[in-house]
């Protein structure tokens, strides 16, 4: 099932960050919907293109690869169109919504919001009306992977009601609370990283598969 496709009777998945072989095999044994692959050189988790590329193929097409970039130049766009396979694109910075279409070259795109009380929603939903979905962060250094939540009541009830369709759940989810996010938003999908790390950077396959089973569990 794609990242993108609406199912109100399943929440998909997106695990973000992973760097490693044993990372992917996890993720498909785990059937997830899509990894993030990081290439915003001061994060902890992030690979250089000739890296990803590898990873971005070694599960044959049975995860969608999405690439997560900030403010990133054209030399470093053109080395991951060159390495990597890329499904979907994922823009954390302060990318404008040409430059997000002119990266992505056609491909389906999210870009991140960053939520706090001076967050304006519906004029960053105005702005990326063309996004193929918003995925909704905390306000931390080094643009996610921080482990923290946003303030869910900033996010009006009805907002939620007319775009859960639309919303990529991320900031500080973790097996122990993804629940209670997926109950209070019904999102399109929810997205984990440090949620399931054991050191900053580093996936635990455990952790993976207890965030996994509790976001399925959530449907029952």
């Known amino acids: 099932m794609s990242l993108l496709q609406y199912d109100f009777t399943k929440t998909n998945i997106k695990i973000c960050g992973l760097t490693t072989e044993l990372d992917?095999?996890?993720?498909?044994?785990?059937?997830?919907?899509?990894?993030?692959?990081?290439?915003?050189?001061?994060?902890?988790?992030?690979?250089e293109p000739f890296q990803a590329g590898p990873l971005s193929r070694l599960h044959q097409g049975q995860?969608?690869?999405?690439?997560?970039?900030v403010d990133a130049n054209d030399e470093l766009i053109e080395?991951?169109?060159?390495?990597?396979?890329?499904?979907i694109w994922q823009f954390h910075g302060n990318e404008t919504?040409?430059?997000?279409q002119t990266i992505a070259?056609?491909?389906?795109?999210?870009?991140?919001?960053?939520?706090?009380?001076?967050f304006i929603?519906?004029?960053?939903?105005?702005?990326?009306?063309?996004?193929s979905a918003w995925l909704l962060d905390a306000v931390v250094d080094g643009?996610?992977?921080?482990?923290?939540?946003?303030?869910?009541?900033?996010i009006p009830e009805t907002w939620i009601k007319e775009n859960a369709h639309r919303v990529v759940l991320s900031g500080g989810l973790n097996s122990h609370n993804v629940a209670q996010?997926?109950?209070?938003?019904?999102?399109?999908?929810?997205?984990?990283?440090?949620?399931?790390?054991?050191?900053?950077?580093k996936k635990d396959p455990v952790l993976m598969k207890n965030f996994v089973m509790q976001v399925r569990q959530s449907h029952r």
């Open 143 to 154: 643009y996610g992977g921080g482990g923290q939540a946003f303030n869910w009541d900033l």
């Open 121 to 131: 929603m519906s004029e960053f939903c105005l702005q990326y009306r063309d996004a």
């Open 24 to 47: 992917i095999q996890t993720a498909l044994e785990l059937e997830i919907d899509a990894i993030g692959l990081v290439f915003y050189p001061p994060s902890s988790r992030y690979l």
């Open 63 to 69: 995860l969608q690869n999405v690439a997560l970039v």
């Open 79 to 87: 080395r991951i169109h060159q390495e990597c396979l890329v499904d």
């Open 105 to 118: 070259q056609g491909k389906p795109w999210l870009k991140a919001a960053r939520i706090d009380e001076k």
């Open 181 to 201: 996010a997926i109950e209070y938003f019904r999102p399109l999908a929810v997205d984990v990283s440090s949620g399931v790390e054991i050191s900053k950077g």
């Open 97 to 100: 919504p040409q430059r997000c």
